[in-house]
């Protein structure tokens, strides 16, 4: 059974930082392109950040210069490093994998970001 397992999300001030993490089980992470999507109330999910299985990364224009995503393939785990938060950046953070048959979700994460 595959598990995406998201962790770290929280309420933070704006200016300040956030590290998600996602954990994946039951499934060869290497193959798999990873990716972090968000979703805020009333909006469509959209992507954040992605890493493909050669660690070439790419951003949202939101996310640009802000957030970094990585990949460890020896712990089956992909993180997003998040600096100089803002409000809109509130949402349920998803962890994504994606091959070019299968794609599997994480339950999310709430990140809050408010004074």
């Known amino acids: 059974q595959v598990q995406l397992v998201e962790s770290g999300g929280g309420l933070v001030q704006p200016g300040g930082s956030l590290r998600l993490s996602c954990a994946a089980s039951g499934l060869i992470f290497s193959p798999y392109a990873m990716g972090w999507y968000r979703q805020a109330p009333g909006k469509q999910r959209e992507l954040v950040a992605s890493?493909?299985?050669?660690?070439?990364?790419n951003y949202a224009d939101s996310a640009k210069g802000r957030f970094t995503i990585s990949r460890d393939n020896a712990k089956n785990t992909v993180y997003l490093q998040m600096n100089s938060l803002k409000p809109e950046d509130t949402a349920v953070y998803y962890c994504?994998?994606?091959?070019?048959?299968?794609?599997?979700w994480g339950q999310g994460t709430q990140v809050t970001v408010s004074s």
């Open positions: 994504n994998a994606n091959s070019l048959t299968l794609t599997y």
């Open positions: 890493a493909t299985t050669s660690g070439r990364t």
